[in-house]
Nanobody, 115 residues
Framework: QVQLVESGGGLVQAGGSLRLSCAASRSMYSINAMGWYRQAPGKQRELVAIINSRDSRNFADSVKGRFTISRDYVKNTVYLQMNSLKPEDTGVYYC?????????WGQGTQVTVSS
């Protein structure tokens, strides 16, 4: 079993920045990929960004140029740096990893961007 603990959400004004963190309970060397999803009230969960074991990165079109995703193999943590935030970025953000027995999900962290 893999456990994920998220942090870094909060309330921010449009144009501001936040950094989300997701710490995994196992070594990231055995994790194929880690990603971030988000879900707004009444909407389906959508992919925001993903990074694989080769450090190849993919982003949703809506966040390209504003968000970055990175991994720390020592801390077993994945980060989502969010810049130039917009109100439409508001939602609950979930960390996800692909690993044997997975996928696994974090508990979610709320991000609210005010106009």
């Amino acid at each position: 079993q893999v456990q994920l603990v998220e942090s870094g959400g909060g309330l921010v004004q449009a144009g501001g920045s936040l950094r989300l963190s997701c710490a995994a309970s196992r070594s990231m060397y055995s994790i194929n990929a880690m990603g971030w999803y988000r879900q707004a009230p009444g909407k389906q969960r959508e992919l925001v960004a993903i990074i694989n074991s080769r450090d190849s990165r993919n982003f949703a079109d809506s966040v390209k140029g504003r968000f970055t995703i990175s991994r720390d193999y020592v801390k077993n943590t994945v980060y989502l740096q969010m810049n130039s935030l917009k109100p439409e970025d508001t939602g609950v953000y979930y960390c996800n990893i692909a690993a044997p027995g997975g996928p696994y999900w974090g508990q979610g962290t709320q991000v609210t961007v005010s106009s």
